[in-house]
């Protein structure tokens, strides 16, 4: 009985793993189909786009079993399903957000709108590093499949405007909460602050040419005090191209479930307060008015 009890075992064994691997495939078909009516929704094209078959070219996580992904029809006829809000941020944008720790912040928004079929969420981190550093990363990013969001690890903020998965697609609100670019005990404040002030200048580069013309907006969530503040993104921005169009007191408590994690492992929370929202948009010239004809 007991060899018996052991073969049944096996054999249960050996069909879960097959059904696990053929439901990995689900997930990605839903990304695939997820940024094609993302794009579809941006412009019409004559030429169908395709991902990579390389899963590491793409970085798109595969691996969560999420086999379907809820209301994606409503992409491309969002105007259909009332609007839900959120601070800032309402079901109808078409966002980005990068520079993802946990995606907790993601998360939050994907729950209060009911479905993240209009939201891209990535991280610059992989799933491995996520999965052994953020004990709920895992499900958030199960809970954001699960609502039809589309999950992409790998993606640098100073080159994304150029990533093969999001050429194409132009956003309404890009959101990039607390960019950091690392810590160096030894390197001179002056130094940590130029670097800092780089990662966020080809941010925001990349970044103006991924929204839309007409109103989209960059959000980007920072410390507004001491040495944060030295940053000044304002001038930052101004330098890409953009304007500062408000700046509003950030409170992580409007966002039930986000943590503020560090970027460089560990589970911990830093502590973020005082800092601001800053929304940015492309600066465009004021026309030169026409002058009016005099009689002679």
Known sequence: MGQMISFLRKCF????QQQDLDEEQDPYENDQRNLELLR???VESSSSFCLHQNVISTCIDIVEDSASACGLGTVGNRQETPERWIKHYCSSQKML???EGDFSFSACLALAFGSATNMIATSLDSRGFLFRNYKKAMSNIHDLRSRGCTILHGVDVAEMANHCSLMGIQFDRIIYNFPH???CSDEPAESQKRRHQLLISLFFENAKKMINEEDGEIHVT???NGFFLGWNLQLLASRAGLKLIQELPFNF???PGYRTKYGFGG???????PSKTYKFALFRPSPTPTPTPTLP
């Open 181 to 183: 670019a690392g810590f």
């Open 40 to 42: 579809d929704n941006t």
């Open 253 to 255: 408590t409007d966002y």
């Open 267 to 273: 589970d911990k929370n830093f502590n973020c307060h």
């Open 97 to 99: 957000l990068v520079g």
């Open 222 to 224: 920072h410390k507004s």
């Open 13 to 16: 064994g050996r069909q879960k």
